[in-house]
């Protein structure tokens, strides 16, 4: 006897549903719902359900950025270029990315990056750690001068434990 398939897609039932879904595993911005909600329903569905979800408070690209910019702080630092970017693909606009990376501490980032990926350069000579270091803060979008100071100042810390 043959099984049914259990892999069959089940019609949505509403744009609401899909969309709460969508947000229920993690926060988004409105384009990343309208651009969900256009594979599956008509323009003005998608109008209608992004306006229900902004007047509900469920939808917001200011909270969804500061968000964003709060959780790249705490799990996965990276500079403002690269946030900036980050919330750009997420069809978040210029200004209130903008307003979201307000007083962010790019050097702060760049030293709390750093001092995590130490422990794996501590048996490097001063050329090889530089190189290194070097290349993984810029790769985390971090300008020169800061991946530069940033270097400097974990080499020291490597090399002179005491302070």
């Known amino acids: 006897m043959q099984r ?23 926060g988004r911005s409105v384009a990343e719902i309208r ?3 256009a594979k599956d329903f008509s323009p003005r569905q998608v109008d209608e359900t992004v ?20 959780s ?15 919330l750009a693909q997420r069809g978040v606009k210029g200004e209130v990315a903008e307003k979201a990376l307000e007083g962010l501490d790019e050097t702060e980032m760049a030293q709390r990056v750093g001092a995590k990926f130490l ?14 270091m070097m290349g993984y803060l810029r790769r985390r979008g971090f300008n020169y001068r800061i991946c530069a100071d940033t270097t400097e100042r974990l080499w020291r810390e490597l090399s002179d434990p005491a302070d």
């Open 35 to 37: 651009r969900r909600l």
């Open 119 to 132: 422990r794996r350069l501590a048996r490097l000579d001063r050329r090889a750690f530089y190189n290194r």
């Open 51 to 70: 306006e229900r979800l902004k007047e509900s408070g469920l939808l917001d690209d200011a909270a969804f950025a500061k968000a964003w910019r709060n």
């Open 4 to 26: 049914q398939s259990s892999k069959r897609r089940k019609t949505p039932k509403s744009p609401m549903d899909v969309a709460l879904r969508f947000l229920s595993y993690r």
């Open 72 to 86: 790249r702080e705490r799990h996965a630092p990276r500079s403002k270029f690269v946030i900036r970017q980050e």
